[in-house]
């Protein structure tokens, strides 16, 4: 019974991407061309204005959101035609560092301490370092958001020896995520925040169940939330 439930959800699933993906090819062309030119008129305009008068401030701001209005349409095209895996040989420590390194600005402005406990001797892996990447940020990002000022962000790697799988495991010491909402936390649409899509961490399990892996996660409301991304070992 348990196992057509799980079918269930994600044939449930499979459906609402490919409604997604239908919606985004049809609208991308058409959104993207307008806002191209309202981006371009927008950065003339700003250059007229005294650089330190109010208006350029009120310009960053539409050019700001206008970028994230782009974000959103690459969100729900890489959901709609998910590209293939470019797999090389990886060492993940680096990886990791790679993605801390990008992810030090917005610690530093939400005031979060960032920890990365390195596995020692891990085996290289066939990932796409991008594709992974984009992962390892975007989880890391969601548990500084989550934290909060004065909060820790860990990043470990290590070896699963009973799942015989590398994992990535980022832990905070946030408010936690409440159990009736853990189980809705990859569905297409869903968040809790403000200017969330709600497509984060769908694309995310995507890519890495694309690698033949999982994301797990456990939490305990004031307590704080574990993210462990699972990779296949050679």
Same mark, same amino acid.
């Given at each position: 019974?348990?196992?057509?439930?799980?079918?269930?959800?994600?044939?449930?699933?499979?459906?609402?991407?490919?409604?997604?993906?239908?919606?985004?090819?049809?609208?991308?062309?058409?959104?993207?061309?307008?806002?191209?030119?309202?981006?371009?008129?927008?950065?003339?305009?700003?250059?007229?204005?005294?650089?330190?008068?109010?208006?350029?401030?009120?310009?960053?701001?539409?050019?700001?959101?206008?970028?994230?209005?782009?974000?959103?349409?690459?969100?729900?095209?890489?959901?709609?035609?998910?590209?293939?895996?470019?797999?090389? #040989?990886?060492?993940?420590?680096?990886? #990791?560092?790679?993605?801390?390194?990008?992810?030090?600005?917005?610690?530093?402005?939400?005031?979060?301490?960032?920890?990365?406990?390195?596995?020692?001797?891990?085996?290289?892996?066939?990932?796409?370092?991008?594709?992974?990447?984009?992962?390892?940020?975007? #989880?890391?990002?969601?548990?500084?958001?989550?934290?909060?000022?004065?909060?820790?962000?860990?990043?470990?790697?290590?070896?699963?020896?009973?799942?015989?799988?590398?994992?990535?495991?980022?832990?905070?010491?946030?408010?936690?995520?409440?159990?009736?909402?853990?189980?809705?936390?990859?569905?297409?649409?869903?968040?809790?925040?403000?200017?969330?899509?709600?497509?984060?961490?769908?694309?995310?399990?995507?890519?890495?169940?694309?690698?033949?892996?999982?994301?797990?996660?456990?939490?305990?409301?004031?307590?704080?939330?574990?993210?462990?991304?699972?990779?296949?070992?050679?």
């Amino acid at each position: 019974m348990a196992e057509t439930f799980e079918l269930d959800e994600k044939l449930y699933l499979r459906e609402k991407l490919a409604i997604v993906g239908e919606l985004a090819a049809g609208m991308a062309h058409e959104i993207r061309n307008p806002l191209t030119s309202i981006r371009g008129f927008l950065q003339l305009l700003q250059h007229r204005y005294n650089p330190e008068g109010p208006e350029r401030e009120y310009f960053q701001i539409m050019l700001e959101e206008l970028d994230r209005i782009n974000n959103i349409i690459k969100e729900f095209l890489s959901l709609a035609k998910p590209s293939q895996p470019q797999l090389k #040989i990886t060492d993940i420590n680096e990886l #990791i560092c790679e993605a801390l390194l990008l992810a030090e600005q917005e610690a530093l402005m939400n005031e979060v301490m960032l920890e990365f406990i390195k596995g020692e001797n891990l085996p290289l892996v066939f990932l796409d370092p991008a594709q992974i990447k984009q992962v390892i940020l975007n #989880i890391i990002s969601n548990a500084i958001q989550a934290t909060g000022p004065g909060g820790r962000v860990q990043v470990i790697s290590h070896v699963d020896p009973e799942e015989r799988m590398l994992v990535v495991s980022i832990k905070d010491n946030g408010p936690g995520i409440p159990p009736e909402q853990l189980p809705k936390i990859f569905d297409p649409f869903y968040t809790t925040k403000e200017h969330g899509t709600g497509l984060g961490l769908t694309l995310s399990q995507r890519i890495i169940e694309g690698h033949g892996g999982k994301i797990k996660v456990s939490s305990r409301v004031g307590e704080g939330s574990c993210f462990g991304i699972y990779l296949p070992l050679p």
